[in-house]
C-alpha cells in the first residue's frame, strides 16, 4: 500500500477519475453491468478477494483507493504531504488490504485520520474497465462492470434490486 505523494501522478489518476465519482445509473448508454450493495462493504471480509478477483478479470494489478471527499479540497495534501489515494497491489492479502485502509497518512497524523473512515471513496483499477463508487450519505455503494462478476461464496453478501438504489438516488436531490 502507498500513498500517493507525487502531485503528477496524482493529478493524472483523479482526473482519470473524475468521471467515476457520478453515478453510473444516470449514463443511459452506459455498457457496464451496474450492481448495488451496502456502502460500507468495504471494510467486511470477503470484498478485497472480491476485489482481487475482479482485477484478474480486467487483468489488473494495481487497483486504487480514492477519498472522494477529501480530494475535493488541496487540506490533505497540504496537512499530510500525500494526497487522499493510495495504490494497492492485488498480491495484499485482506488483511493488508483492511492495515491499509487503516493506516494514517503520516506519522505525525496519528488517529486522526485514515481511508477507512471516509464518507465517499472510489475504487477502481487502472485500466478502469470496473469501479466502486460508495457514498455514506445514502448507505450505497455501485458496482460498475465490464468485464462481468467473479464467482465468490463470501461476496456481496447481498446484491440490492436496483428499485431500492433509485430510492436511495432520490435521497441526494
Sequence with gaps: MT?????AVYER???QAS???HWQVDRKKSQASL???????FLVKGFWPYIVELSRLSEDEIVYFYDIEQGESTEFEK???VFPLIQLDISMTAREYIKALHEAPSKDAGPVFALSTTNAYL??????????HGEYSIELAELATTVGLPQSPEFPHD???PSEA?????LLK
Design 13 to 15: 489518476i483523479s482526473t
Design 35 to 41: 450492481h448495488y450493495f451496502e456502502w460500507s462493504e
Design 159 to 161: 446484491f440490492w434490486e
Design 79 to 81: 496537512k499530510f504531504g
Design 166 to 170: 433509485m430510492r436511495r438516488f432520490s
Design 3 to 7: 500513498y500517493i505523494d507525487d502531485a
Design 123 to 132: 475504487l477502481f483499477p487502472a485500466s478502469m474497465k470496473w469501479h466502486v
Design 19 to 21: 468521471s467515476l465519482k
